[in-house]
């Protein structure tokens, strides 16, 4: 592998995925801190996620009608930030997928268009080079015509 054609651009979108566990602990750190935060944010999909995951695991154990009952605020609070510090960390890669291929898919279009423009060009020269040849063809006749048209000289 050649040395330049490791582009700055994943270097970034390294730094960028590196950086995001931090910024996820901020975030969870943060949610932990503020009660609006802990309340309207976290606790939320906190709840869901435990009854979706206490049923599935309820179903297949076999018991079909219990009933679930929710977490505490602290545990919920913890999974709540938990789960969004995952959630950042998905959206950041996935946004780093995205403009990576869209990168690529921008890089493979613009070869296309100079591969485009290159077979227009060589299309053009073939063009000319038939009307050359044409042309050269056309004089070579009349050429030949004219040679044929003198009278032979004769010997005597």
């Known amino acids: 592998m050649v040395v330049g054609a490791f582009p700055i651009a994943k270097l970034l979108y390294l730094g960028v995925r590196q950086m995001s566990k931090p910024v996820a602990n901020r975030i969870k750190a943060g949610a932990r801190r503020s009660e609006f935060f802990k309340t309207y944010i976290c606790l939320p999909p906190a709840q869901l996620y435990h009854w979706i995951e206490m049923k599935t695991k309820m179903r297949i154990m076999g018991f079909r009608g219990s009933t679930i009952k929710p977490l505490n605020e602290d545990a919920a609070a913890e999974l709540g930030a938990e789960l969004l510090g995952e959630a950042v960390i998905f959206l950041i890669g996935g946004g780093c997928m995205v403009l990576e291929y869209s990168r690529q898919a921008a890089n493979s279009r613009r070869k296309e268009e100079e591969l ?3 077979i ?6 073939l063009a000319e080079l038939s009307l050359t040849t044409e042309t050269l ?3 070579l006749r009349e050429v030949n015509r004219q040679l044929l048209s003198f009278p032979t000289p004769t010997t005597k």
């Not at 227009?120 to 020269?125: A, E, M, P, R, W």
Request: charged share 25%; proline share 0%.
């Open 116 to 118: 485009n423009e290159t």
């Open 120 to 125: 227009i060009s060589l299309q053009t020269q």
């Open 137 to 139: 063809d056309a004089r």
